[in-house]
């Protein structure tokens, strides 16, 4: 009778275990979601705040003097090249 009663509490206790860890997992999870939205939403902010520090380079570069303004339209034009590039690539998808 006591190796009856020993392997069910065994079960229970595996159960119970069990119960825990499926619980964990489902907690483990929903955070796991959570941050990778932050991370969504991290890189968005990232890339709006560098598309600003590239329009304020290009903004500022305009204003100076001629080397300046030479270097801002050789950055338009790779800009330019790469979203040609990026275009490009979608209409072969």
Same mark, same amino acid.
């Given at each position: 009778?006591?190796?009856?009663? %020993?392997?069910?509490? %065994?079960? #229970?206790?595996?159960?119970?275990?069990?119960?825990?860890?499926?619980?964990? =997992?489902?907690?483990?999870?929903? @955070?796991?979601?959570? #941050?990778?939205?932050?991370?969504?939403? @991290?890189?968005?902010?990232?890339?709006?705040?560098? =598309?600003?520090?590239?329009?304020? #380079? %290009?903004?500022?570069?305009?204003?100076? @003097?001629?080397? #300046?303004?030479? *270097?801002?339209?050789?950055?338009?034009t790779?800009?330019?090249?790469q979203?040609?590039?990026?275009?490009? @690539?979608? *209409?072969?998808?």
């Amino acid at each position: 009778m006591e190796t009856i009663e %020993t392997l069910e509490n %065994t079960v #229970q206790l595996l159960l119970r275990r069990m119960r825990d860890l499926a619980e964990e =997992n489902r907690n483990l999870k929903k @955070s796991n979601d959570e #941050q990778r939205e932050e991370i969504i939403r @991290s890189h968005g902010e990232i890339n709006e705040l560098r =598309n600003k520090m590239i329009c304020m #380079q %290009t903004a500022h570069a305009m204003t100076g @003097s001629a080397e #300046q303004r030479l *270097k801002a339209k050789e950055k338009l034009t790779r800009m330019i090249v790469q979203v040609d590039r990026a275009i490009a @690539s979608l *209409k072969e998808d």
